[in-house]
């Protein structure tokens, strides 16, 4: 069954602390996305890869890392310069153009919830 | 600067009823748009697109029609179900061939309630 993993559901981080959020998928899409979103707004881009090795900022990428060493594997770091990190963070892929296709939807998971204590 | 904006934070229909969700976008290269579906605590779950060389998509229950000339679109959805009590995104990107990158930007959603 194909699809996007993401991991924790919840995670709690303490002031000063960096975290990781886990972003797994099996779909061989080239293109991984991460979006955060705050209660009543939209989701907003804060880091895109098109692919392995390569990895450009959305809009709000401050206080934020990612790496994508693996086609399946995009992984978000909320550093301690972020400083206002809860927020439900969901991470995306899509096949992109670089296979040819333009136009396609992207996929989401179920999200992972970000709490400070 | 809200380049995709839904005004309506929220909808009530009667099941069985038509439910239209609006969405209106500001910038003109926007070629590619699709609608989404999100419950509580999920993600996002792709409904239905639409190009900016159509004006109307349909898939089952869903449609969703282009104004280019006002930068507006709309999702239908007849007839309406209580299951389809979700908040809906309205997402708009300049596509890879028109030299974007595929971007998605989002609405901020509408709530939408149906009722038996």
Not at chain 1, 15 to 27: D, P, R, Y
Not at chain 1, 80 to 105: E, H, R, V, W
Not at chain 2, 57 to 66: A, P, S
Not at chain 2, 89 to 99: E, L
Request: glycine residues 8%; hydrophobic residues 30%.
């Amino acid at each position: 069954d194909g699809g996007i993993t993401q991991s924790p559901k919840y995670l709690f981080r303490k002031e000063g602390q960096n975290v990781t959020l886990s972003c797994e998928q099996n779909l061989n899409h080239d293109a991984m996305y991460w979006y955060r979103q705050d209660p009543g707004q939209g989701l907003r881009l804060i880091y895109y890869s098109q692919i392995v090795n390569d990895f450009q900022k959305g809009d709000i990428a401050e206080g934020y890392s990612v790496s994508r060493e693996k086609k399946e594997s995009f992984p978000l770091t909320v550093t301690s310069a972020q400083k206002n990190p809860t927020a439900f963070y969901l991470c995306a892929s899509s096949i992109d153009y670089m296979q040819g296709y333009s136009n396609q939807p992207q996929h989401f998971g179920d999200g992972t919830r970000l709490s400070i204590l | 600067d809200q380049q995709v904006k839904q005004n309506s934070p929220s909808l009530s229909v009667q099941e069985g009823r038509i439910s239209i969700l609006n969405c209106d976008y500001t910038n003109s290269m926007f070629d590619y748009f699709l609608w989404y579906k999100k419950y509580p605590a999920e993600g996002p779950t792709f409904l239905i697109s639409i190009s900016s060389i159509k004006d109307k998509n349909e898939d089952g229950r869903f449609t969703v029609f282009l104004n280019k000339s006002a930068k507006h679109l709309s999702l239908h959805i007849v007839p309406s179900q209580p299951g389809d009590s979700a908040v809906y995104f309205c997402a708009a990107s300049v596509s890879s061939f028109s030299g974007g990158y595929n971007k998605l930007i989002f609405g901020a959603g509408t709530r939408l309630a149906v009722h038996p």
